[in-house]
């Protein structure tokens, strides 16, 4: 069984960064491609990154291109999202989760993720 677990979330000014890391356990992890996706309060999860299982392929949502950066080193399990610019509207608990087909995934559906970490939270406010 494939475990995920989500950190480095927190509070942070408008315009700062903060780098978010999803470790995976039980299972290698370069045989999923991994998404970010977030969830704001009374809205519908939504996709945020996807990179594909050899990190050959990457995808993001238009509200982030040009801030978000997703990487991945299979040798330690772990995949991060260094997020840049941020705006008070990227407010949301942000979630890792594993897709093992990888093309929904990079299509940023969440109904192609077979795994979920429990998530992070990131607040952006002055």
């Known amino acids: 069984q494939l475990q995920l677990v989500e950190s480095g979330g927190g509070l942070v000014q408008p315009g700062g960064s903060l780098r978010l890391s999803c470790v995976a356990s039980?299972?290698?992890?370069?045989?999923?491609?991994i998404g970010w996706f977030r969830q704001a309060p009374g809205k519908e999860r939504e996709g945020v990154s996807c990179?594909?299982?050899?990190?050959?392929?990457?995808n993001y949502a238009d509200s982030v291109k040009g801030r978000f950066i997703v990487s991945r080193d299979n040798l330690k399990n772990t995949v991060t999202l260094q997020m840049n610019g941020l705006k008070p509207e990227d407010t949301a608990v942000y979630y890792c989760?594993?897709?093992?087909?990888?093309?929904?995934?990079?299509?940023?559906?969440?109904?192609?993720?077979?795994?979920w970490g429990k998530g992070t939270p990131v607040t952006v406010s002055s």
């Open positions: 989760g594993a897709d093992p087909g990888g093309r929904g995934c990079l299509s940023l559906s969440r109904y192609a993720i077979n795994y």
């Open positions: 039980g299972r290698a992890l370069d045989y999923y491609a």
């Open positions: 990179i594909s299982d050899n990190g050959a392929e990457t």
